[in-house]
């Protein structure tokens, strides 16, 4: 998917395409740019370099690249960021995240389980825009983490191509050791685990499965609080006011998405102004603009000027050029 916030808006724009795919999903892009081939786009506008870090260095210093899009982790957002603009490209580069999901009291909690159950898991949770962290104030931890527990419990892990199963396994056997090393990290700090996804098993050669996982009376010392997991897993933290969710919020190196759960105009207005977040949804598990909006990460999870999406796409992939004329 995410390629295509890119390649669509550039072709528009003019130019031709250099995609260089992550090496650890390669077959969906491949068959993409085929897809647009034999849809009749011409031979040169849209192009495939497959590779890990060589490929995509020679790319940040080829002279013939003029702009470089990225979405990946921070660390590697800053080295392309720093690394492509050395080299005299525009850059827009978009990192990690580590996503605040908050509940008032006053929240319809079935329906904000829902959203929340899909943000936290949806995709086994690898996804940039999966809520990692919820925040419950006031009295709101109560009922709304009997509905979460019982209906995470209900979540049928397996193979998504087949009916009824809503999750599936991680990308590798390499992540999904790391995702679980964070699981027992949290077992270390303190952490309590409501829903522990490491009961989750199914036969060897299946797949790299790790179930969804809900932590409870999380603190901000400890790593599944402020490090990025990237895996089905969910940090409860408790806080007594709508100022204190905001504090917490804000305290994070990150500013990619977050979304508030209320039936309060008035609560909704308050978080979504004062938090330093670029993205920002209201009820909504999920806060993905639509793609006439920019896709706008703040803080380590965007390096750059212009977002993807919308009107700051088409400027990154334009070069404008101002004439002045008199006639005599």
């Not at 990150?254 to 008035?266: L, P």
């Not at 006439?292 to 070069?319: N, R």
Request: charged residues 15%.
């Amino acid at each position: 998917m995410v390629p295509m916030w890119m390649h669509p808006f550039a072709i528009a724009c003019g130019n031709t395409f250099v995609l260089k795919p992550s090496e650890k999903v390669p077959l969906t892009p491949t068959y993409a740019v085929q897809l647009l081939h034999e849809a009749g786009l011409p031979p040169g506008v849209m192009n495939l370099v497959h590779g890990a870090k060589p490929a995509v260095d020679a790319l940040l210093r080829h002279p013939l690249v003029k702009a470089v899009s990225f979405v990946g982790s921070t660390p590697v957002a800053k080295y392309v960021y720093a690394n492509a603009a050395a080299a005299g490209k525009r850059v827009q580069a978009l990192g990690g995240a580590k996503n605040h999901l908050v509940v008032m009291p006053d929240a319809d909690m079935p329906k904000a389980v829902e959203a929340i159950v899909g943000s936290a898991f949806g995709a086994a949770g690898e996804r940039c825009l999966a809520g990692s962290v919820l925040v419950a104030v006031g009295d709101a931890a109560g009922p709304l983490l009997d509905l979460l527990v019982a209906r995470t419990q209900a979540i049928t892990v397996g193979d998504g191509s087949q009916t009824g199963v809503e999750m599936g396994p991680l990308v590798t056997s390499e992540h999904c050791r790391r995702v679980t090393g964070y699981v027992e990290k949290g077992v270390e700090e303190g952490a309590v685990p409501l829903v522990d996804g490491r009961k989750h098993t199914l036969p060897a050669g299946d797949g790299y499965f790790l179930g969804p996982t809900i932590f409870d009376h999380v603190t901000s010392w400890m790593s599944i609080a402020s490090e990025e997991i990237f895996g089905p897993v969910l940090s409860v933290m408790r806080v007594e006011t709508l100022d204190d969710a905001i504090a917490l919020v804000n305290r994070s190196p990150y500013g990619n998405a977050t979304s508030i759960f209320t039936a309060s105009g008035k609560s909704a207005r308050e978080y979504s102004s004062r938090c330093e977040v670029g993205m920002v949804g209201v009820n909504v598990g999920v806060a993905a603009p639509m793609a006439f909006f920019p896709f706008a990460g703040w803080k380590h999870s965007f390096f750059g000027d212009l977002h993807a999406h919308g009107k700051d796409a088409v400027a990154f992939y334009t070069e404008q050029k101002v004439i002045m004329s008199r006639w005599w």
